[in-house]
């Protein structure tokens, strides 16, 4: 599934757009959304899209072990892990698979994984993810976008499964 990274980094790139300095984002300064208070050694305002996408590939994509999973839930972990970091995507993930959440994606978590069906582990995962955005403090200022942007990830998944 390695090769499926490129498909994917369009689609998460197309969510995170471009420079945005906004006050209400607890991440601070952000390009192709890759965050200063993550990275603040990283000119984040002269941050090319080649750069962000290094950077996905090696602290996201290969960090998280997206590509050992199914494809539709391998694109739904790296797109949860770049908004709420890779333990919290990782915990959302047990919680659909109905293993420990301790937000490491180890041998037994990934054995339900290829145990439950893909559509339904989709499903769980992006419903934990919602859950856990609705009781962000950020949800007024940005709810309406994290929504959308988790539609639109139902609609990947059915092209993914």
């Known amino acids: 599934m390695a090769d499926r ?3 994917f980094i369009n ?3 197309s969510h995170e757009g471009g420079y945005v300095h906004d006050s209400r984002d607890p991440g601070g300064e952000t390009n192709w959304g890759i965050s200063k208070r993550s990275y603040p050694s990283v000119n984040i305002k002269a941050l090319t899209r080649d750069g962000a996408i290094a950077i996905y590939r090696r602290d996201f994509w290969e960090a998280s072990k997206a590509s ?3 494809p539709a839930v ?3 972990l790296l797109d949860g892990a770049v908004n ?3 333990g919290q995507a990782v915990r959302w993930l047990q919680r659909a698979a109905k ?7 180890g041998p037994v978590s990934l054995a339900a994984i290829k145990k439950t ?6 499903l769980r995962f992006l419903a934990e993810r919602l859950d856990f955005m609705t009781g962000l403090k950020g949800w007024a200022a940005f709810g309406k976008g994290w929504a959308r942007r988790i539609a639109q990830n139902l609609r990947y998944g059915s092209e993914d499964n």
């Open 68 to 70: 050992q999973l199914p």
């Open 84 to 86: 709420s970091g890779i």
């Open 99 to 105: 293993v420990a959440d301790d937000g490491v994606l």
């Open 117 to 122: 069906d893909p559509n339904d582990l989709l």
């Open 5 to 7: 990274f490129d498909t």
């Open 74 to 76: 391998g694109f739904q």
């Open 11 to 13: 689609r998460l790139l």
